[in-house]
RNA sequence: GCGGGCGUGGUGAAAUUGGUAAACACGCCAGACUUAGGAUCUGGUGCCGUGAGGUUUGAGAGUUCGAGUCUCUCCGUCCGCACCA
């Protein structure tokens, strides 16, 4: 029976043995080449300063029930290739991996089941790293980190701190975005289209106190510094349209007995003021109240703007709004008394609050001109503003000082008079906004606060850091806002590190963005226990050479990471004022049909099942041959079959490699061309046809009666950064007891790369007649004569004048007739 | 409305400074071989035409000996922001 089975037990068995030496056996292949990885810690990278560093980076996952996305390896292969390239070439590399374990989901699941976060987190976390291990990326394990634990988050605390100590972190009741469905507040990034970033309920309005970071106070500083930095056109043109930096004045209109100050970018536009409105949150609404003589109808209005959600009242571009009567502003260019009004249009958080109207020439103050029968004066000449505002430039009129003026002059003679009468000042403004830093969650940061009826808000001292997170009876959430941890019990009494009284803690927790705002500097000293990160470590590792990640994170972790990190610069905390030399992103992976890959569509591809069915090396090249890096791609079984065929190829052409066969000069040039165009094709994130080249190489070697070592050892150098196991093991096949990983990266000779004939093109009027192959470089005059000399060409020519003969050397000769 | 892209075969896509459009792959067609368990190999494949040949990069114009590439106008499409004064 056993002869039956070629001493096997049974068919199975001696089918496997029988796959595995004549077929690509990928499963028994990468499990082997993962383990000898891991255990000779290939990827450990030590401080080495007689090495050049470089520092990749990709954005840590959430650990999500759900696992790893085929989004994720897409990043993630692609600084992986470029990390083992660059390992290769002889540096020093980094790219290291962790958890960004903060989050709603893990505190939503305990809510469901009662599972404490923590322990849901860490069992994600463990399929996560088995599943990214799973891959093969060159991850140092030894360097990974997790922002929920008490040894990380020790720091965000201690940060949050130098942020309340520098003057930047402070707690301030405000209107903000409250997501009903989160139970949360929202920092104005969260908020997309008006509808929460996470759940996508609609946001509305709430007044409460938070916990804000000054983020504004850097706004002009985000936008210069982009200038030097290598990111990507669109993440800078976001960035810099996020802040919306906008230049003009402050003018103070008498009011009362106050002054009514408005923020303008045309203050040269002021004789042409016919009202003012406020926005129906401004104080002085209040203020005033008994002064109007129609208060209810002011209460009312403020009232109903107060319960519209952020979207309807921007969704509804009608323009509603109530005169406040009884009081009018003094226009102090002209003297003219002017009557107020609040409408919704005007946004409370945007500049003061308040506005002067010019209808003749914004759209905005002109709809709701026609609306109240208002004055309209046209002061800028060139439009008809019978039908609509006049918004281009134009020289002025009816202006006093500023006839004739053009728009520079006029801008500039009217700040003048402003500041020489006391009423004005040249003004900036941003439209971002402060960050909104407390959330009513219990699965974040605790904030290290107490508050004192004595002495205020004070911060926990540092010795009492970490200040854990409490075991809670209930992770609930309420309407009022109130965070978990206000159940906390004792845990919320605490000494007031100032007078020594009692005091008690804040319950709100930090945002998720907290964690991922500084760890690209923990990874650089991840078991420091006197220090965020050594001095050494960070002088050494810093800046990340090349950060990748989605577009989505553009004003959100990409912004305040770079916030925070010039903040620690400022404080000597950190060597570099900028975290990130270069910025990429990557496109997203759609569904085979172009849908987005969602569990309600059913059509999620679970990279398990791929590297099952046919190997993380496939599954690897696949994700970098789909298309453009940069751009969206669509997932296609079909396209990953040919990746697989390409791949098994690879591993059936061992079979045809000799020592003994010696390459020619032409097998020389293919192989040197490949050598070149890998090399660079990667530098620039054209993974794709870095692949195509490999396959092109391929398809030579596979023409070939007999493979010579040299080439087929090339190749698989080549091919170490995108399919490391395959490239390990014919490595050790051929006969190499060292790991292909740690192996040099070879260097293309363009002279040998070279052809020394070349194809011209001929043309007679620009359109191809021909091809002729000649000698690289010869004289124009030769390449004319065997241009001519061409059937096609004469016949083309015959009977008509040569007027001219254009040649382009070694590409192209193109004759006139 | 503002900002940033994109538009090339049946499909995903290639194409240094303007210089043979469609590399590489998928699919399809034809053939070979096959105890064969997502088979493999060889050849073909933009479109029209039996053919010589003509024609082709969203549409139209311009610059040029020559335009997928540069300029202008228009159309379509995607992303981000959006009553930001």
Known sequence: MNDRYNGKESFEEWAEEWRMEDRYNFKAIEKKWQAIWDKEKAYKVE????????????????????????????????????????????????????FDAFGLPAENYAIKTGVHPAVSTQANIKTFTKQLKSLGFSFDWDRCIDTSSPEYYKWTQWMFIKFFEKGLAYKDKIAINWCPSCKVGLANEEVV???????????????KEQWMIAITKYADRLINDLQDLDFID????????????????????????????????????????????????????????????????????????????????????????????????????????????????????????AIMAVPAHDQRDYD?????????????????????AWEEDGAHINSGFMNGMNKEDGMKAAIDYAVKNGFGRSKVNFKLRDWVFSRQRYWGEPIPMVYCEKCG??????????????????????????????????????TCPKCGGHARRETDTMPN??????????????????????????????????????????????????????????????????????????GMILAENGEKMSKS????????????????????????????FDQVAMWSDESLMGVYRFVSKVYGLFRKVYKDAVPGEKDLRAMHKCILEVTERIDQMKFNTAVSSLMTYVNYLSGMEKVPAEMYAVLLKLMAPFT?????????????????????????????????????????CGKLRGTVELPKGVAREEAEKAALSLDNVKRQTEGKDIRKIIVVPDKIVNIIV
């Open 513 to 586: 963005w907290a964690g991922s705002s500084w760890y690209f500097l923990r990874y650089c000293d991840p078991h420091n226990d006197k220090e965020f990160a050594s001095k050494e470590a960070l002088d050494y590792w810093m800046n990340v050479d090349w950060y990748n990640g989605g577009m989505e994170h553009t004003t959100l972790h990409l912004l305040y990471s770079r916030f925070w990190h010039k903040f620690l610069y400022d404080y000597g905390l950190v060597p570099t004022k900028e975290p990130y030399n270069k910025r990429t992103s990557h």
């Open 193 to 207: 289209n008006g509808h929460c970033e996470r759940c996508g309920a609609e946001v509305v309005r709430k007044n």
């Open 47 to 98: 401080i080495d300063k007689n090495k050049e560093k470089f520092y990749a980076l990709v954005e840590f996952p959430y650990p999500s029930g759900a696992g790893l996305h085929v989004g994720h390896p897409r990043s993630y292969t692609a600084l992986d290739v470029i990390a083992r390239k660059k390992r290769m070439q002889g540096f020093n590399v980094l790219y290291p991996m962790g």
């Open 457 to 494: 808000w004070q911060p926990i001292p540092e010795s009492e850091l970490p200040l854990t997170l409490p075991e809670v009876p209930d992770y609930h959430p309420n309407d009022e806002g109130e965070s978990p941890l206000s159940k906390a019990g004792e845990w919320l009494n605490a």
């Open 601 to 628: 569509r059913g059509n999620v591809i679970n990279p398990d099942d791929i590297v099952a069915a046919y190997g993380a090396d496939t599954f690897r090249l696949y994700e970098m041959f789909i298309g453009p």
């Open 724 to 764: 490391p196991h395959l490239a390990e093991e014919m490595w050790a096949r051929m006969g190499y007891s060292s790991l292909i990983i740690m192996e040099s990266w070879p260097v293309g000779d363009a002279k040998l790369a070279e052809d020394n004939r070349v194809t011209y093109a001929v043309q007679v």
């Open 368 to 388: 709701f001109a026609k609306v109240f029968h208002l004055p309209i004066i046209q002061v800028l000449e060139g439009g008809d503003i019978s039908e609509k």
């Open 234 to 353: 669109r993440v800078k043109a976001q960035q810099i349209n996020w802040i919306g930096r906008s230049e003009g004045a402050e003018l103070d209109f008498e009011f009362g007995e106050d002054k009514l100050t408005v923020f303008t970018t045309r203050p040269d536009t002021a004789f042409g003021v016919t009202y003012m409105v406020l926005a129906p949150e401004h104080a002085f609404v209040q203020k005033y109240m008994d002064r109007f003589e129609n208060p209810d109808e002011v209460r009312a209005y403020v009232e109903a703007t107060a319960k519209k959600s952020d979207l309807q009242r921007t969704m509804d571009d009608s323009k509603t709004g109530v005169e406040l009567k009884g009081m009018k502003a003094k226009n102090p260019y002209t003297g003219d008394m002017i009557p107020v009004f609040i409408s919704d249009y005007v946004l409370t958080g945007y500049g003061t609050g």
